[in-house]
C-alpha cells in the first residue's frame, strides 16, 4: 500500500501564488513518477505536470512557463509551484504516485485532493 498525502491548495487572486506539496509513503522500493492532475467542476481531470525518475518534466500547454514541479527523491515528496494563477486554473488538484514495491509490483496511487480556487 502506498499513502499520498496532499497539502498547499487555498484561495488567491490572479496573478497570485500559490505551492502545493504531495509526500508518498509506505510500501515504496522506487518511484517511477509523481505528478499532479486537476479537475474543474464539469470538467474531465486532467494531467498538469508529471517529473519522471530521471528527472525529465511535463507540463501541460496551458501552465508551461507558470508553473514548475519539483521533486525530492529522498523524501518521496513532489512540490508544485503556481505562479501567475489565472481563474482557469481553479479546480481540485490531485496528486498521483507511481512506484513499486521490493517485489517489483507497480501501485498507482493518488491523494485524496487539494482545492485551490483562483478568484478574478
Known amino acids: 500500500q502506498v499513502h499520498v498525502v496532499e497539502s498547499g491548495g487555498g484561495l488567491v487572486q490572479a496573478g497570485g501564488s500559490l505551492r502545493l506539496s504531495c509526500a508518498a509513503s509506505?510500501?515504496?522500493?522506487?518511484?517511477?513518477?509523481m505528478g499532479w492532475y486537476r479537475q474543474a467542476p464539469g470538467k474531465q481531470r486532467e494531467l498538469v505536470a508529471r517529473i519522471i525518475s530521471g528527472g525529465s518534466t511535463m507540463y501541460v500547454d496551458s501552465v508551461k512557463g507558470r508553473f514548475t514541479i519539483s521533486r525530492d527523491n529522498a523524501k518521496n515528496t513532489v512540490v508544485l509551484q503556481m505562479n501567475s494563477l489565472k481563474p482557469e486554473d481553479t479546480a481540485v488538484y490531485y496528486c498521483n504516485v507511481g512506484s513499486r514495491n521490493a517485489l517489483g509490483t507497480f501501485f498507482d496511487s493518488w491523494g485524496q485532493g487539494t482545492q485551490v480556487t483562483v478568484s478574478s
Open positions: 509506505g510500501s515504496i522500493f522506487s518511484i517511477n513518477f
